[in-house]
């Protein structure tokens, strides 16, 4: 167990809709990262967030959004869904925001599976 | 940006020793990670490594070379359990935040 909670574990909504992924990152952690893995695919980065506020932005479409509250946990809202963004969400979190030097790595959630139908 | 290349698959036997190579092109480079992936799971920490040599964990070793921009994993007495997917990560001071992966190597270890 990574102490990284992501809910749900699985989701299946219609195209169009609108979803959102919650990440609970370990305890005491101030970074948290987004990622997508699509089926057979690498882990693309999306967004990373350090004590609420936004710190680096990868490849994300603009129908997806995501916030850390005052409380570190974040969320990941996806809207207007396609049958592309069937995915494997996965959030990490790690201490401070790499880089921070150190062996800060991050720890993975177990990820929330939304399949699109 | 960052480059981070690995080969796509490798194949051996178990109980054998499989090296996974990584190159890297960065500025600013703050460390290179290993997680390893099972198929449908998170992934978990391997290893870390930010000067240059050899660090030593069990049955899996990492190695960097930052003049060449290249680490690999050294997987010793391959186990069933092996099989997954090992991906090298690189934290970079230019790319403040984005903890980008390359694209995983898929490990099938065969009796």
């Known amino acids: 167990d990574s102490g990284v909670t992501q809910t749900p574990k699985h989701l299946i909504t219609a195209t169009g809709q609108r979803v959102t992924l919650r990440c609970s990152p370990r305890s005491g952690d101030l970074s948290v990262y987004w990622y997508q893995q699509s089926l057979d695919q690498g882990l693309q980065f999306l967004i990373q967030y350090y004590n609420g506020e936004e710190r680096a932005k990868g490849n994300i479409l603009e129908r997806f959004s995501a916030q850390q509250f005052p409380d570190l946990h974040s969320e990941l809202n996806l809207s207007s869904l396609e049958l592309g963004d069937s995915a494997l969400y996965f959030c990490a979190s790690s201490p401070r925001g790499l880089p921070a030097g150190g062996n800060t790595e991050a720890f993975f959630g177990q990820g929330t599976r939304l399949t699109v139908v | 940006g960052q480059n981070i290349d690995q080969p796509t698959e ?102």
């Open chain 2, 10 to 111: 490798m194949t051996a036997t178990e109980g054998a020793i499989v090296q996974i190579n990584c190159t890297y092109q960065t500025s600013g480079f703050n460390g290179l990670f290993w997680y390893q992936q099972h198929a449908g799971e998170a992934p978990t920490f391997l290893s870390y490594n930010v000067l240059d040599g050899l660090e030593e964990k069990g049955r899996f070793s990492s190695f960097l070379s930052r003049s060449k921009g290249y680490s690999y994993l050294l997987l010793k007495e391959l186990q069933m359990k092996d099989s997954a997917s090992y991906l090298c990560a690189v934290s970079s001071t230019d790319s403040w935040g984005k903890f980008q992966f390359g694209a995983g190597t898929q490990v099938v270890v065969t009796p």
